[in-house]
């Protein structure tokens, strides 16, 4: 009976190094090109100015790559995060301090808050359905 728990042992022992090492193999170029080549994208430039964020409203296509610049024009530090994407987008800016990040805008809405410091000081908007594509 011991026999057969160490033979267990050792075969859970060898699956997850296998797993471990097919899980760190590269990803085929062709297959990521291909998937980024298929994401439109669309480009963002925020700026923070005497203490408001400019432009205050944005809005992208559900479904689009976001290329975020956010630039920090003001003589304090600020933090922002992106109500919704927080995930996605939280960032500590100094003065003068750019920052870039990209991400899949994929839940739609109008009322995506941008947060200063936990204040909202502007809204991205998501524009698309809620449903996937091809469901009813």
């Known amino acids: 009976m011991n026999r057969r728990y160490a033979l267990l042992a050792a075969l859970l022992v060898v699956a997850a190094l296998l797993l471990s090492f097919v899980t760190r193999l590269p990803r085929h170029p062709a297959a990521e090109r291909a998937t980024s080549a298929e994401t439109p994208e669309t480009v963002l430039t925020l700026a923070f100015r ?3 964020l400019d432009p205050e409203r944005v ?7 976001v290329t975020l610049t956010v630039v920090n024009q003001d ?3 600020v933090s922002l995060t992106l ?3 927080q995930d996605r987008v939280h960032i500590a800016l100094g003065p003068g301090e750019t920052w870039r990040c990209s991400f899949v805008a994929d839940l739609p809405g109008d009322d995506f808050a941008w947060m200063r410091d936990d204040r909202p000081v502007g809204v991205l908007r998501v524009t698309g359905s809620h449903l996937e ?4």
């Open 50 to 52: 005497e203490g408001r």
């Open 59 to 65: 809005s992208v296509p559900k479904g689009h790559r």
């Open 75 to 77: 003589r304090e530090p």
């Open 83 to 85: 109500g919704g994407y």
């Open 133 to 136: 594509e091809g469901h009813r």
